[in-house]
C-alpha cells in the first residue's frame, strides 16, 4: 500500500465512526500550498460553514496561507462562523492525516474559540 491508500483507509474509518454518531462533522483537506476546512451535516448532505486559507481576509498576509499560521487562522475563522449558526459541538475528521502540524493547529485554534469536538 503506498501513502494515498493508507490515508484514505484511515479516512474511510473515521467517517464510518463518525456518522455512527450522528453529529456534524469538521472536516479538513490539505494542499501544500493551502488547507481548508468546511462543517457539514451528519450525513454528509450539506455544507453549513466552509473556510480556507484562501478567503479574502486570509490573503492579506501571503506569508502564512500554507504554513501552520495560516491553519491557525483558517481554524479561528471556522469556529467563528460555526459558532455565529448556533454550532457548538462536532466531530472532527481530520481525512485520514495524521493529527500534528497543520491539522492539529487547526483543531487546537478551533477549540480556543470555543468549538467543541
Do not use: C, W
Amino acid at each position: 500500500m503506498d501513502k494515498k491508500s493508507r490515508r484514505l483507509k484511515r479516512a474511510k474509518r473515521i467517517r464510518k465512526t463518525i456518522r455512527r454518531l450522528g453529529i456534524n462533522r469538521l472536516s479538513v483537506f490539505r494542499t501544500p500550498r493551502h488547507i481548508y476546512a468546511q462543517i457539514t451535516t451528519a450525513d454528509g448532505a450539506k455544507v453549513l460553514a466552509a473556510s480556507s486559507s484562501l478567503d479574502r481576509t486570509m490573503r492579506m498576509d501571503e506569508k502564512s496561507m500554507g504554513n501552520v499560521e495560516g491553519a491557525r487562522q483558517v481554524g479561528i475563522s471556522i469556529a467563528e462562523k460555526a459558532l455565529a449558526i448556533g454550532i457548538t459541538a462536532v466531530a472532527f475528521d481530520r481525512a485520514g492525516y495524521k493529527y500534528h502540524g497543520r491539522v492539529k493547529a487547526l483543531a487546537e485554534a478551533a477549540r480556543e474559540k470555543g468549538l467543541r469536538f
